[in-house]
């Protein structure tokens, strides 16, 4: 599983970051990819991915700031175009509904596939046999989202070699031994699964916040998950200044990722004040609070596996 960021910064668009946009890659897990928030010119920044806006599965929206939204008329009208014709599903809070609808609908831009909006509330807004998502309310100036995003336990892994020297032919009583079943082979001595098979592994978790102070909401979406993405609008020191604007400083996030018990942090919606060369500033802040500290750059990509967290060299 992996992650990338098509858009980093928030309020408005810089030389050195976009706005809001992160990408949750499910390719061999579903053969598709979900996104959270959906700022302005995000589907530019998918011409510089391998994203094919036709895999776009699910839409999770934070809330209804711009910066967080402004992408999604031209991304929606894209994925048409490029003959998108699978069902798109969209979540997001109150008002998303209706401003998708009247956007398309006084642009004429007519869709050639399902799109489905769900508005949605706290508790679990999306559950299959792979994934579960969860979502709170946060602490914003107007209603804001964030999400909990558990994989189910994967299968357990067939240890071939140990079934092979067990008598286990190769064929299909392979397969029913990865699934689960016993096996009676030709000599009538049966071969039990478990004695064959790992134990099923922890599937990826994490919490993907939306904009937010400090609050409890938030660290109760990280609770023990791999990988906690927090905004960082604000540096160390300036609490006082974050709050009224209903932003957190790098401190508080290193904070719920603390309090949380989360694995890794990875900060984002950096203010358009911090030049690059000053971002790993903001990390060296939040080491202080959390061992674990990455800082979220425009096209950066993320792997997710076995809890652990680690940057795609290109």
């Known amino acids: 599983m992996e992650l990338q960021f098509l858009g980093t910064g928030a309020g408005m668009p810089s030389k050195q970051r976009n706005t809001s946009a992160l990408v949750l890659k499910l390719m061999q897990e579903r053969g598709t990819f979900w996104l959270f928030d959906c700022g302005e010119a995000t589907q530019h920044q998918m011409l510089y991915t391998t994203l094919k806006p036709r895999k776009l599965e699910k839409i999770f929206i934070t809330h209804m700031h711009g910066d967080h939204i402004f992408g999604l008329p031209g991304l929606l009208g894209s ?30 831009t007519y869709l050639q596939y399902p799109l489905h909006i769900e508005e949605i509330d706290e508790g679990i807004i999306f559950e299959d046999d792979l994934f579960r998502v969860e979502a709170k309310n946060l602490d914003h100036v107007i209603p804001c989202y964030g999400y909990r995003i558990l994989q189910k336990p994967l299968p357990p892994m067939l240890l071939i070699d140990k079934a092979l020297q067990l008598g286990v032919p190769k064929g299909p009583l392979l397969a029913k031994l990865k699934n689960g079943q016993d096996v009676i082979l030709e000599n009538g001595e049966t071969i039990f699964s478990q004695d064959v098979t790992t134990e099923p592994n922890k599937g990826v978790s994490l919490a993907v916040l939306g904009d937010t102070r400090y609050c409890q909401s938030a660290i109760e979406l990280s609770q023990d998950v791999d990988v906690v993405i927090h905004e960082s609008t604000f540096d160390a020191g300036t609490e006082e200044l974050a709050k009224p ?41 939040g080491l202080q609070e959390f061992p674990s500290i990455f800082v979220a750059e425009d096209l950066l990509e993320f792997e997710m596996k076995n809890g652990e967290l680690n940057p795609i060299k290109k």
Not at 80 to 101: N, R
Not at 245 to 269: C, D, M, P, Q, R
Request: glycine share 6%; hydrophobic share 35%.
């Open 79 to 108: 994925r048409s175009f490029l003959d998108g014709k699978e069902a798109l599903t969209i979540y997001g809070p109150k008002g998303i509904k209706e401003w998708i609808q009247t956007t398309l609908r006084l642009s004429r």
């Open 245 to 285: 604007y209903g932003h957190s400083t790098v401190t508080e996030a290193a904070k719920v990722a603390k309090e949380s018990n989360a694995k890794h942090l990875i900060i984002n919606h950096i203010s358009a004040r911090f030049l690059p060369h000053e971002a790993n500033q903001l990390r060296i802040q």
